[in-house]
């Protein structure tokens, strides 16, 4: 990968997916407030760096080519109708929405900042978070979220993915768990780039505002088990929307979305507002290995 300097220029995004509904509410829900420099389109700009690329099949090949003008700490996210998952750090089903595609940007970016923050040795304090046992964590906005998700990630074989997976979840459970937003409505407010006040006028209401979301962590023999509970209220774990994923309902597409990012298991329960994640452990010495090796990337 070759490292371009981007001195004081903006962290650069491509957004390289083709024309459709999801890819216009994006592009504009970017622009509008990620604080990074935004561009579309099947070329790269050779204006400065590529920090992050998001594309779609019909542009995995960009993925490659935006690795020859890479700012620090590249990262990339593929959202794929196919099982093999090789050659970007981030992968999502083609039917994600605009607002699930948006949070795993907004994950992904967060770890990126995480990465370029501490010392190039990144095993600095990975000793202390992988003897972590079990924790118990309350949640109310998504920066508590972010937080949360980089600091768990860092404890699994695969950092980057599992972060961005716990964050989209944890993200989920904030807006439509806790504050009741569909997937329409959340659409819009990226599109009108008023997203972040509707979420703040919302959790400032008193029948939301003491929301909180759960998050309890335990590691066993060969397993990590995370179980995020939201205080909305749920529904039944038995309907058509737990039994068949591929629905549109928010829970149904979680359980997608982090079986995607590499959890084992993802089951919902009760009355479907607790859902539980679970990450299976390296079995052999060379895989202990290997994991060890992802975690100081």
Not at 13 to 24: G, K, Q, Y
Not at 209 to 214: A, D, F, H, I, L
Not at 227 to 235: R, T
Not at 290 to 297: N, P, V
Request: glycine share 10%; aromatic share 4%.
């Amino acid at each position: 990968m070759a490292i371009a300097q981007s001195g004081n220029t903006p962290d650069r995004l491509w957004l390289c997916m083709a024309d459709s509904n999801r890819t216009r509410v994006l592009s504009r829900a970017l622009a509008k407030g990620l604080g990074m420099t935004v561009y579309l389109g099947p070329t790269m700009d050779q204006e400065g760096p590529v920090a992050m690329i998001v594309a779609d099949d019909a542009h995995a090949a960009r993925i490659a080519e935006a690795r020859t003008n890479a700012a620090p700490r590249q990262r990339s996210l593929l959202v794929t109708a196919g099982t093999r998952r090789s050659g970007a750090d981030i992968f999502l089903d083609h039917d994600a929405d605009a607002g699930t595609v948006a949070n795993a940007i907004d994950g992904l970016r967060a770890f990126r900042a995480h990465e370029l923050a501490i010392p190039d040795d990144a095993a600095i304090g990975l000793g202390a978070t992988q003897s972590l046992e079990a924790g118990e964590f309350s949640i109310q906005t998504r920066q508590q979220a972010s937080d949360v998700a980089i600091l768990l990630g860092r404890a699994t074989p695969r950092p980057c993915a599992t972060a961005v997976g716990l964050y989209v979840l944890l993200a989920n459970a904030i807006e439509h768990g806790n504050l009741g937003f569909d997937a329409t409505e959340k659409a819009k407010g990226l599109a009108e780039g008023n997203w972040d006040r509707k979420l703040a006028k919302r959790m400032s209401e008193p029948e939301f505002e003491n929301r909180r979301v759960s998050l309890r962590f335990q590691r066993g023999g060969r397993i990590l088990s995370f179980i995020i509970q939201d205080d909305g209220e749920g529904i039944d774990a038995e309907t058509a929307e737990m039994a068949d994923p591929s629905r549109a309902g928010y829970r149904g597409k979680g359980i997608k979305l982090a079986k995607s990012m590499g959890f084992a298991q993802v089951t919902y329960l009760g009355v479907g507002n607790t859902v539980e994640a679970a990450i299976l452990l390296p079995q052999t010495a060379e895989d202990g290995q290997a994991a060890r090796a992802a975690m100081a990337r």
